[in-house]
C-alpha cells in the first residue's frame, strides 16, 4: 500500500503538479487576474522579506547603498544599447498612452498618444546608466556602488509561479568603476554574497562559474552564475553577476576624468537575484507532505500548538504553552531572537499539525494536558518524517531549542549537497552523454540526468545533440576540476570540464 501523503501528485508521480501543490498547500502565492502574474501570499511574502533582509545586510556591510529608479524606461534610452534591446525587445511591455476616456458605448479606451513609449523595466541598465552620467564626474565619485529592491516585467510565455512570472521582484545592483580589474573584483565579489546567501541561509549548495558566450546577459563582456539542483535533477539559475565592461558607459555616456586628467568612460556591472529563489527553495528541500523550511528563513522557526477537547483543561494548556512561549522568545539563534508564535485557532489538533507541516515551519511543539501534568513538550522536526516525534522535558527543549534550529539548517544542507553530488557525472563521451540525460531515476526523483560534467568548446554551441536533449550549458566553475581535455562534441581542444543540465 503507498504511503499517505498530504500533497498529491507526489514529486514521483508528477513533480510539476506537486510544486503547483506545495505552494497552494502552504498558502504561499496564487496566480493574478493578469495573465503571467502572481500574487505573492503573506506567507510566501514573509519568506521573501527574510532573504531580503539577509541579503540587504550582506550588501551593505560590503559598501553598496540602496536607492529607487523609475518604472518606466523611455524607449530610446534603449535603443542606446543595440544587444541588450535585442536581448529582451521579445519581453517588454510598452506603455503608448497616458489616459483612458469613455467612448459612446461606455466601454474605456486608451486615449493620449505618448511622444515616445515607455517600457516597463525589463531591467534597469539604461536607465541607471543614464543617472550615473549625471552622477560620475571625477575619479573621487568612484566607485559608486548602487542597489535597488524593486518589480521588473518581462513578459513571459510559459509562466510557473516564483520560477517565471511576468512580473517579479528583485534586487539589481548596478556598480561603476575606474578599471576593469576593480569592475571584475566587484563582479566577482557579489557571486560570492550569493554562494553565502544560498548556502549558508537557503541551505541550497550552487556552483558558481561562468556563462558561455550564447548564456551571456545581453550586453555582456561576462556573465557568471550560480547553478542550484532541483530534486528532479534539473539545474535552477539561482543569481547572476554580470561584468559589463564599457558597454553601457560608451551607451549611456558615463566617464569621468582619472588623477591624470584624461577623460575616460567608466567599467560598469551589474546584478541580481529574485523570487525565484523562492521556487529553488521548494524544489530543493520539500516533500511529499507539503514546504520545507531552513529555520534560517523560516518566518516562524517554531510553532506552539495547544490542543485540547476539554474546556475546564484548556485554560490549563493555554497558559502553559504562554509561559513557553515566553521562555522561548527570549532565546536567539544566529544573533536574532527566535521566531515563535501560538496557534490558538481551533481547529482540532490533527488539523493544526498538518496546517503547519504544509507550511514548512521547521519545529512544531504540540501541548495537551499530558504535557502540562508532565512539564513536557512533544516536538516534531519538519526535516524528519510527520510521525517521528518525541517528548522532551520542557526545561530540556528549552535549553536545546536554538541547537535544535542549528541542526536542522545543517541536515538541509548536508541533505542537499548529498544529492547534488550523487547525481553528478563524469561524462567523456557524446554516447555516454546522451544515456545519462535521456535516464530515470524513480528512486532519487530525478529525471533526465542531473548534472553532466564534459569537456566543452565553444565552437560547440547550438550543438544538435543538445538541442535533442533539451540540455544547456550551465556555467564554466570557477572552482574544481580544470584539466584541459576534448571536447565531446567538437573534438576541439576544451580548457576544462563544464556544468550540462536541463533547466528551468
Known amino acids: 500500500m503507498a504511503k499517505k501523503t ?80 535585442e536581448g529582451f525587445a521579445k519581453e517588454c511591455a510598452v506603455v503608448t498612452h497616458h489616459r483612458l476616456t469613455v467612448d459612446e458605448n461606455g466601454k474605456l479606451r486608451p486615449d493620449g498618444l505618448l511622444e515616445e513609449p515607455y517600457i516597463i523595466r525589463p531591467t534597469s541598465e539604461t536607465v541607471i546608466g543614464d543617472a550615473f552620467s549625471r552622477w560620475v564626474q571625477s575619479y573621487r ?28 521582484l528583485w534586487q539589481e545592483g548596478h556598480t561603476a568603476h575606474a578599471t576593469p580589474e576593480e569592475a571584475l573584483e566587484e563582479t566577482l565579489k557579489v557571486l560570492d554574497l550569493y554562494t553565502d546567501l544560498a548556502a549558508k541561509n537557503l541551505a541550497i549548495p550552487v556552483i558558481k562559474g561562468t556563462k558561455t558566450p550564447r548564456e551571456r546577459f545581453p550586453g555582456a563582456v561576462e556573465t557568471y552564475s550560480i547553478e542550484a539542483m532541483m530534486q528532479d535533477g534539473r539545474a535552477l539559475q539561482s543569481g547572476t553577476s554580470h561584468f559589463l565592461g564599457q558597454n553601457f558607459a560608451k551607451a549611456m555616456d558615463v566617464s569621468f576624468q582619472n588623477q591624470e586628467g584624461q577623460q575616460q568612460f567608466v567599467w560598469t556591472t551589474s546584478w541580481g537575484v529574485s523570487t525565484r529563489l523562492i521556487g529553488g527553495l521548494i524544489m530543493t528541500h520539500s516533500d511529499d507532505n507539503g514546504l520545507v523550511l531552513p529555520p534560517k528563513l523560516a518566518p516562524t522557526q517554531i510553532i506552539l500548538l495547544p490542543i485540547s477537547r476539554d474546556p475546564e483543561q484548556k485554560a490549563e494548556v493555554m497558559a502553559y504553552s504562554d509561559r513557553l512561549l515566553q521562555e522561548l522568545r527570549e532565546l536567539s539563534y544566529e544573533g536574532e531572537s527566535l521566531r515563535v508564535e501560538l496557534d490558538a485557532s481551533d481547529r482540532r489538533g490533527g488539523e493544526k499539525v498538518w496546517h503547519q507541516i504544509k507550511r514548512g515551519v521547521p519545529v512544531r511543539v504540540e501541548i495537551g494536558p499530558k504535557e502540562v501534568e508532565a512539564d513536557s513538550v512533544f516536538v516534531g522536526r ?12 520542557r526545561a530540556e527543549f528549552v535549553q536545546r531549542a536554538s541547537e535544535m534550529l542549528a541542526e536542522i ?25 546522451k544515456e545519462f540525460f535521456a535516464q530515470t531515476h524513480d528512486d532519487t526523483l530525478v529525471t533526465g540526468g542531473g548534472f553532466g560534467m564534459a569537456h566543452w568548446n565553444d565552437a560547440a554551441e547550438g550543438h544538435e545533440i543538445l538541442a535533442q536533449l533539451k540540455v544547456t550549458p550551465r556555467c564554466v566553475p570557477l572552482d574544481g576540476d580544470q584539466d584541459p581535455g576534448e571536447c565531446i562534441f567538437t573534438g576541439k581542444p576544451s580548457k576544462q570540464r563544464i556544468v550540462f543540465a536541463k533547466a528551468y
Open 6 to 85: 498530504a500533497i498529491s501528485p507526489t514529486r514521483a508521480e508528477n513533480y510539476p503538479d506537486w510544486y503547483q501543490e506545495v505552494i497552494k498547500a502552504a498558502d504561499l502565492a496564487e496566480n493574478s487576474p493578469v495573465r503571467g502574474c502572481m500574487i505573492v501570499k503573506p506567507w510566501g511574502y514573509a519568506i521573501w522579506e527574510r532573504i531580503q533582509a539577509i541579503l540587504d545586510g550582506m550588501l551593505k556591510a560590503t559598501g553598496h547603498v540602496n536607492a529607487y529608479f523609475p518604472v518606466l524606461i523611455p524607449l530610446h534610452f534603449m535603443e542606446k544599447e543595440a544587444q541588450h534591446v
Open 141 to 168: 565619485d568612484l566607485p559608486l556602488l548602487v542597489n535597488q529592491w524593486a518589480n521588473v516585467m518581462r513578459w513571459e510565455l510559459r509562466p510557473r509561479l516564483f520560477l517565471r512570472t511576468s512580473e517579479f
Open 382 to 393: 519538519r526535516d524528519k518524517e510527520p510521525q517521528d516525534r518525541v517528548t522532551w522535558p
Open 409 to 433: 539548517q545543517g541536515s538541509l544542507l548536508t541533505r542537499a549537497r548529498t544529492f547534488q553530488q550523487e547525481n553528478t557525472a563524469i561524462i567523456d563521451s557524446l554516447d555516454d552523454f
